[in-house]
């Protein structure tokens, strides 16, 4: 079982219903992905519907339009602009600025975004894995834009947006796919368990995926258990790239509409060691306000 595939499968299935809205902001909202869907002829807006042809496409596409084979990543219009969300900011600088740190662009995982994009564009289901490393690039660009914006802090460029080089960073990057995978699943138990309801849901949108049943069973298991947040502070402690995708991917996967919800973010950010203003910044980045 690769957890990439599991996490891939978990993020279409959409853990809440602002799920998407959530990776859509962080990736630039509406003006990056209408771009994207007008390149594959279908209008964003009315649920894009990729074929098969245009998924690779999309995925070579995207990596080109990011960079491609080029050193130099174009520039996005201001902030302030359409579509000047995450990607926006990421295409404004910081992926040129993770590229310098880890050798040159080519040295950065684009092409995971491409399929991220494409899922959320309503793109064909069998690519797990390739969504599952989208999500990992994602989180390590929000990451450290926003460990960027501590002052004095120089982050490092995390592994899932630094493609990794080495069996050892293959199996790192696997461990913290899966400490993802979990963060998210603890989120989600943050008000109360996950109903029996909520699980069915999650498995058969996982099974729509063609995973296997070892992969459904873990899966099962850890929506059953009871919460770990313990573990997962202890698990980043010492990394603050990790701390703070850990602290993104559960913003991805609750709608922070409850005061228990609430509660556990705080005691989430304060147990891996994020200052506000770190945290701030990824609640801006997914297009929510801190309470």
Known sequence: MKIEDLLGAVVQSGMSKSSNDRMKNSLGGGGLLDGLAGMLGGASGQGAQASSADDGGLLGGLAGMLG?????????????????GMLGGLLGGILNEAGRAVGGNKNLALGGLGALVGSLLGGKKGLGGAVGGGLMALLGAMAFQALKSKPGQQPKVPLGL????????????ERNSELVLKAMINA???????DEGEI????????????????QDFLTAEMRKPMETANLVMAAKGRPELAAELYAASLLAIEVDTPAEKMYLDQLAAGLGLSPQVAQRIHQVVGLQPA
């Open 68 to 84: 491609g084979s080029s050193n130099a990543i174009p520039q996005a219009a201001p902030s302030g602009s359409a579509g000047g």
């Open 188 to 194: 989600a138990k943050a008000d109360g368990r996950i």
């Open 162 to 173: 630094a493609a990794p080089r080495t069996e050892a960073e293959h199996a790192e990057l």
């Open 200 to 215: 069915s849901r999650i498995l058969g949108k996982v099974q729509e995926s063609g995973l296997d049943s070892d992969a």
